[in-house]
């Protein structure tokens, strides 16, 4: 029985009504297209709704830049972005090509001829800096838990280090990534000193930013988590004479890990946002300096091009969150919890 | 007497926010090999507080705890404890669970077959031979409780330790329960003190029942020795006239020389013989009630 058509036949009478109803409740696929409605037509609507509202909204909204772009217009500079992805690859394609060209036929005129391997130096694409910020937040996310989860641990088990790191967590959690960044860039420029650099020293000023700014919820719950184990596990490792690393490893953890991985997911969502604002602002390669250059470019695909970044960069702060949230639900052993 | 256990002399006193509270005051008890003792009490009298002495996860002010002569100063395998909301790790299956208390007692003894063998042996012991693979929360609280009992007996402890094991289940899961365990403890012959709030319960199993006095500063106020022939059945006992006096002398103990002075009737989920109880006038009326 479907509970979620109303039957107005009930109220009006319509005998005919009533029966159609009838009919269709009796039917199992009135169930399926209900429960397709809710699931898809639903949001689908709202986003048609949204797009007509931006399109009608965008077009009496007039810039220094022309006007506010509408839909259409992002989707066509979403795919002319794409479009100049794959030129540019084609571009290096036959770059190498020439190089090699050149390289062999210097070989064959005089073999002990020194060839020169140039890497190719184009601009990066839209898609290069998506990469670019995804590798960044992958890095920062990562040193932040690696910190993080052991800190938490420590501080959930030992309540004096709690009442020791507190208040550092508590003052530092709710500074801005933009008050990190120019000391994180002044740090980073007197320590990272090397001949031969590994690392960009953007990329490293940015994961840093990112780590500092996404490492606290992860500290807070995981302390939490590892805090609030029920004491009678705690008897049980107590009876068992387990020792310090296997009552971590066997109980500890475990426990606090539901907490652990919410507190993660909390992680990963601020070094997003942070990520882009620290790109923004540092002139860091990623899709921070793609919006930035596009603002300061100033052509009439300028907003276009930002706005498909906006979107990109909100797609991907959704599916990153998705992607915790599996990880989440998988490492969870608590299947009361209501994960969303 | 060969006092395997013997608990000398416990005061205990916690510190609280409204001062110093002395819960125990000179407990001393003395248990045989083999001998199952229940521990019978008003709620908050410190029954808990006497188990958790024993298994040395609480120490006591004054006083101790003697098992074969040695003082117990920690908590340790040998005085296994059932807790009475189970304590399973929720994330690890039933076996795991056993697995992981064999692994940590016999893991220099036994090699990994015979451990397997043995967590194994454990959950038959207490019917749980089928569902070695399930979460705890897949299970229900009588399973449960099974298999918090077959943790612990897989330790071998030298004393079982039970805080009301049976406490949270429904009458019937709580009988069956409490034939298991008369039966295991017929084979294994432990040593056990088992804290329980029901009287039937008490009588059924025990050697003996130590009777608390009501806190705070509770002490022992009566042993009553339980000498019924084993194997016991509960229903033939039913008509028992002996069954019925120890049940009488322990109701007589908590409600009417010990009633709790401002609970009148205790809590009445966990003590229904005194929720069914009319106010009496005079005691033979009272005892049929009681035991009816
Ligand atoms: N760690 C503690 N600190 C302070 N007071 C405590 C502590 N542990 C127990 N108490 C007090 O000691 C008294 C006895 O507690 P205990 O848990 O032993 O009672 P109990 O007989 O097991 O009760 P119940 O039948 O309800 O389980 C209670 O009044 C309790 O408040
Ligand atoms: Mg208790």
Request: net charge negative; proline share 12%.
């Given at each position: 029985m479907s509970t979620t058509i109303i039957n107005p036949g009930k109220s009006f009478d319509f005998k005919w009504l009533q029966l159609l109803f009838a009919f269709l409740e009796g039917d199992r696929l009135v169930k399926a297209t209900s429960s397709l409605v809710r699931q898809l037509l639903i949001p689908l609507a709202a986003l048609g709704l949204f797009l007509m509202l931006w399109s009608a909204g965008a077009a009496s909204v007039t810039t220094s830049l022309g006007q506010l772009p509408g839909p259409a217009q992002v989707w066509d500079q979403g795919v002319q972005l794409y479009q100049e992805h794959q030129a540019e690859r084609q571009k290096e394609v036959a770059f190498y090509q020439r190089q090699e060209q050149r390289n062999q036929a210097k070989l064959a005129k005089n073999p002990d001829a020194e060839v020169k391997v140039r890497p190719y130096t184009g601009k990066p694409t839209f898609l290069d800096q998506i990469a670019t910020s995804l590798v960044t937040v992958a890095t920062g996310f990562i040193i932040a838990s690696l910190i993080a989860i052991p800190i938490g641990i420590i501080c959930g088990m030992s309540a004096t280090l709690y009442r020791a790191i507190n208040p550092l967590i508590q003052l530092f959690k709710p500074v801005s990534p933009l008050a990190w960044l120019p000391i994180v860039t002044m740090v980073v420029s007197a320590v990272y000193i090397?001949?031969?650099?590994?690392?960009d020293k953007a990329f490293i000023t940015s994961a840093i930013t990112v780590t500092l700014c996404c490492i606290w919820p992860t500290i807070i719950n995981t302390t939490v988590g590892v805090s609030s184990i029920d004491r009678d596990l705690i008897n049980v490792s107590r009876v068992l004479r387990l020792g310090w690393l296997t009552k971590t490893i066997k109980i500890v953890i475990p426990s606090s890990i539901p907490m652990m991985f919410a507190g993660l997911r909390l992680s990963l969502g601020i070094g997003w946002m942070v990520l882009i604002a620290a790109e923004m602002l540092a002139q860091n390669p990623g899709l921070g300096k793609f919006v930035w250059d596009e603002f300061q470019n100033g052509s009439s695909n300028s907003l276009s091009r930002i706005m498909v970044a906006v979107l990109v960069i909100g797609c991907l702060g959704f599916i990153l969150d998705r992607g915790m949230l599996l990880l989440q639900r998988w490492a969870?052993?608590?299947?009361n919890a209501v994960l969303r | 007497m060969n006092n395997y256990l013997s608990l000398e002399n416990i005061s205990i006193t916690f510190a609280t926010d409204n001062g110093p509270?002395?819960?125990?005051?000179d407990v001393s008890l003395k248990v045989d090999q083999g001998e199952f003792i229940s521990l019978i009490g008003?709620?908050?009298?410190?029954k808990s507080t006497v188990l958790n002495i024993v298994a040395g996860l609480l120490n006591a002010t004054t006083g101790g705890v003697l098992l074969e002569n040695r003082e117990v100063t920690e908590p340790g395998p040998d005085r296994a404890v059932v807790f009475q909301n189970h304590?399973?790790?929720?994330?690890?299956?039933v076996y795991d669970n056993v697995r992981l208390a064999v692994d940590q007692v016999f893991g220099k003894q036994k090699s990994r077959q015979e451990r397997h063998e043995w967590t194994l042996h454990n959950l038959e012991l207490v019917h749980m031979g089928h569902a070695i693979?399930?979460?705890?929360?897949?299970?229900s609280g009588g399973m449960k409780q099974r298999v918090g009992i077959a943790r612990a007996l897989a330790m071998e402890p030298k004393v079982l330790l039970m805080d009301?094991?049976?406490?949270?289940?429904d009458s019937l899961t709580r009988t069956h329960m409490q034939d298991s365990l008369m039966e295991i403890q017929g084979e294994l012959n432990n040593t056990v003190i088992m804290i329980t709030h029901d009287v039937d319960e008490a009588v059924l199993l025990s050697d003996r029942i130590v009777m608390m006095t009501n806190g705070?500063?509770?002490?022992?106020g009566e042993i009553l020795a339980i000498e019924l022939e084993r194997p016991r059945l509960r229903l033939q006992l039913a008509d028992d006239p002996t069954y019925n006096h120890y049940r009488a002398e322990v109701l007589r103990f908590l409600?009417?020389?010990?009633?709790?002075?401002?609970?009148?009737?205790?809590k009445p989920a966990k003590t229904p013989e005194v929720a069914a109880?009319?106010?009496?006038?005079?005691?033979p009326a009272r005892l049929k009630l009681a035991t009816g």
């Open positions: 090397s001949d031969e650099p590994m690392f969870t052993w608590d299947r | 509270l002395n819960v125990l005051d008003h709620s908050g009298c410190g304590s399973l790790l929720p994330w690890l299956s693979e399930r979460r705890p929360d897949e299970i009301e094991p049976f406490g949270a289940l705070p500063s509770a002490t022992i409600h009417d020389r010990h009633a709790q002075p401002d609970v009148p009737t205790g109880e009319a106010p009496a006038e005079e005691r």
